[in-house]
């Protein structure tokens, strides 16, 4: 596949469907996925008794995101899948894991600990920011630095920085042509993006059950790949160990792991079972997901997706396409999330303060939610700032164009 400028075709009707399904407080306009999503109405009810057991629930999420029951574990968190993800595999001192310097701290810190526990070592590509590379690039990236220390490759998908949508299939083909295990960081995919967890060809993969799901505070999930998959992974199970388990056996130990297309346990029951967590949270996260699917999934990808595409051009007319953080013109690369530098003066690019206020202002004065982030750009010895921007499937281009305005006067004022 090219790299392409297209973009998908704009589903002006969606947000129509979608936005009374939110608890939208009318005060504001909420353009942040991450510390300020926006709830689904209704999804803690209890008068709707659907699963009694983890079991039941797991099988009942599992379509959702295209794999099967014994690869699914509903977790706290991302950080709390990729900390058992990380603590599970087997690590020793030399080991490699190569990964980028646009990581978040939910895979920043798990990585720091096994570095500090086993000795690993962390290696960091740097990623190219803006409009200027397409995917291959970034599979060129890795694949030079890979070296016979590395064990496994650990990246988000999309990146919280920057929103860029590392190309996972390709990067997992590298993985499994080097023979190492792939981890995805994939805080954002669930509900931003229709994904299918075989397809993508990773051994896991770590999302939020919260930012892009909308479902409630403290879910997230967990794909573990528990068999070999001769279409989309054919590569052996590395070893694993559900470190944090009131199932493993106390006696005998758990079988070895599959090498063929059948499992030789249900690795996730072993996983999810952890003492007394809250069953009527994970249901109500399982709402959320059955809203997804009778909406679409595939229709909320291509227009969230969509609706940033506009955001970006939009952006890119008033403040230039170098403001632009987010790659756009190889659509492979594009996401829901948008970051860019509204500011005038080129120094204000390294002030956090500028951007904490920007921020401030935005709420106070024109009544909009947005996150500021910072990332590292390559060649530049300081971080560089961005205002991150999520079009959620409850916005529309109106919300867009005056968001435009309200920034653009904003930063006219500052400047």
């Known amino acids: 596949m090219e790299a392409s400028s297209q973009v998908r075709p704009f589903e002006a009707p969606l947000w129509k469907q979608t936005r009374p399904l939110f ?41 959702s995101f295209g794999c099967d029951t014994d690869e699914i574990v509903v977790t706290v968190s991302t950080t709390d899948s990729i900390s058992k993800i990380l603590g599970g595999l087997e690590l020793g001192a030399g080991d490699e894991i190569l990964t980028t310097n646009h990581e978040f701290y939910g895979a920043l810190a798990p990585m720091a600990l096994v570095r500090d526990r086993h000795r690993v070592v962390i290696k960091k590509i740097k990623l190219p920011v803006g409009n200027e590379q397409c995917a291959e690039d970034y599979v060129e990236r890795f694949g030079a630095a890979i070296n016979s220390r590395t064990k496994l490759l650990l990246f988000s998908a999309p990146t919280a920085l920057t929103g860029t949508m590392l190309p996972i299939r390709m990067l997992t083909d590298l993985a499994q042509q080097r023979g190492l295990i792939s981890v995805i960081d994939g805080a954002h995919i669930p509900g931003m993006l229709n994904v299918n967890f075989h397809q993508l060809g990773a051994d896991f993969i770590a999302g939020s059950g919260n930012k892009w799901q909308c479902g409630p505070p403290g879910t997230g999930i967990l794909y573990i790949r528990n068999k070999v998959l001769p279409q989309h992974n054919p590569g052996p199970l590395p070893a694993f160990w559900p470190i944090v388990s009131t199932w493993y056996p106390l006696a005998g130990g758990l079988p070895p792991r599959t090498t063929d297309s059948t499992p030789s346990y249900d690795i996730a029951e072993y996983v999810q079972n952890v003492g007394s967590a809250s069953l009527g949270k994970m249901q109500a996260f399982k709402r959320a997901c059955d809203i997804w699917n009778e909406i679409g999934r595939d229709r909320i990808e291509q227009y969230v997706v969509s609706l940033g595409a506009y955001l970006k051009a939009r952006l890119a007319e008033h403040w230039g396409e170098a403001a632009v953080y987010s790659p756009y013109r190889d659509a492979r690369l594009a996401t829901a999330l948008t970051s860019f530098n509204p500011l005038r003066r080129p120094e204000d690019v390294f002030n956090e303060t500028m951007f904490q206020t920007f921020v401030a202002r935005l709420e106070s004065e024109y009544r909009i939610l947005l996150k500021y982030t910072q990332f590292e750009v390559e060649g530049v010895a300081a971080p560089h700032h961005a205002i991150r921007i999520s079009t959620r499937p409850f916005h529309n281009r109106h919300d867009i164009d005056e968001l435009v305005e309200a920034m653009e006067n904003l930063a006219n004022d500052m400047a």
């Open 23 to 63: 608890a939208l407080n009318d005060r504001v306009r909420n353009m942040d996925a991450n510390t300020k999503a926006s709830p689904l109405r209704g999804v803690m009810e209890d008068d709707e008794p659907i699963c009694t057991t983890f079991a039941d629930l797991r099988e009942a999420i599992a379509p």
